[in-house]
């Protein structure tokens, strides 16, 4: 049996996980959206196409045991740099979750790529969303789009000026798909404190690509270095979930629960209650408060 440890609106103090999901280590699906209008491989599709595959994708991970989703706008790459994502992304995008939300009843966020923090605000806010995704929260790193800087400054002040208060902010520390050689002379352990300390209320730790495990020494050094909680952004499969989630708080899991671990193909039902299943055997010997 699950266990239970509260739910309702996120209140952005404390324990921010136990005030958005009812599980302990919550496992959130990734829902990759198919290329969105404007994208270089939309050709076509229409809206109720690119929903419903969203809504079919969502179904099936709650059919699976999942706690939680994110709707991705994965099928844009290669993705524009922040000032650049544009209307027709952030109404198609919206669309999506609104359609997710209604088709489903598990805590929903939002990531617009790639580093959009502003726009995935605004959906989030539109769509009733409760978090959003920032892969770059502070200081900054070279992405594949480039030079991509720290979106907090402005993002808080974006969510407080459209009264989003309660939607979560879930902060990368070292994100995936680029360089860090800007901060490299700064301590995983400061870098930590950096995201902390410009307001992310949950700190993401994951490997060096999409799928790709976080390696367990930086996960415990994000750990030990943080006070708020710690989930991964990558990797967490049926194999590794037990040893993983031994240190983090949760995860965000999106390639491998898709067919054949290809993250734009469509969600396994069948991959999903395996990583599930793990979960489950986790959380009932580590009991609550693990």
């Not at 969303?129 to 030079?147: C, D, L, M, P, T």
């Not at 909680?229 to 040893?243: D, K, T, Y």
Request: aromatic residues 6%; charged residues 20%.
């Amino acid at each position: 049996m699950t266990t239970r440890v509260g739910a309702g609106e996120p209140q952005l103090a404390g324990d921010i996980l136990a005030g958005l999901f009812e599980v302990e280590k919550p496992v959130i699906g990734t829902v990759h959206t198919l290329p969105l209008p404007g994208a270089p491989a939309h050709r076509g599709q229409s809206m109720d196409e690119i929903v419903s595959r969203a809504v079919s994708d969502a179904t099936t991970y709650v059919q699976g045991g999942i706690d939680g989703l994110i709707v991705e706008n994965g099928g844009d790459i290669p993705f524009r740099k922040p000032y650049l994502v544009g209307p027709e992304t952030v109404a198609s995008l919206t669309a999506v979750a609104c359609a997710v939300r209604d088709a489903v009843e598990v805590p929903l966020g939002v990531n617009c790529l790639a580093n959009a923090v502003i726009q995935s605000l605004a959906i989030a806010r539109a769509s009733g969303s409760v978090f959003v995704r920032a892969n770059q929260w502070a200081n900054a790193y070279i992405a594949n789009e480039g030079f991509v800087e720290g979106a907090a400054a402005e993002a808080l002040r974006f969510r407080s000026t459209i009264r989003a208060d309660k939607v979560a902010v879930f902060a990368d520390v070292h994100v995936k798909h680029g360089s860090h050689a800007i901060v490299a002379d700064r301590s995983l352990d400061e870098q930590t404190r950096d995201v902390e300390a410009f307001g992310a209320d949950v700190l993401i730790a994951t490997g060096q690509r999409t799928g790709h495990p976080v390696g367990m020494e930086e996960l415990t050094k994000i750990s030990q270095a943080a006070t708020k909680s710690v989930i991964l952004g990558s990797g967490l499969n049926a194999q590794n979930a037990a040893r993983l989630l031994q240190v983090a708080e949760g995860a965000i899991v999106g390639s491998w629960m898709k067919e054949d671990g290809v993250w734009w193909n469509p969600v396994d039902e069948t991959r999903v209650a395996a990583v599930m299943q793990e979960v489950q055997r986790f959380r009932q010997h580590a009991g609550p408060g693990s």
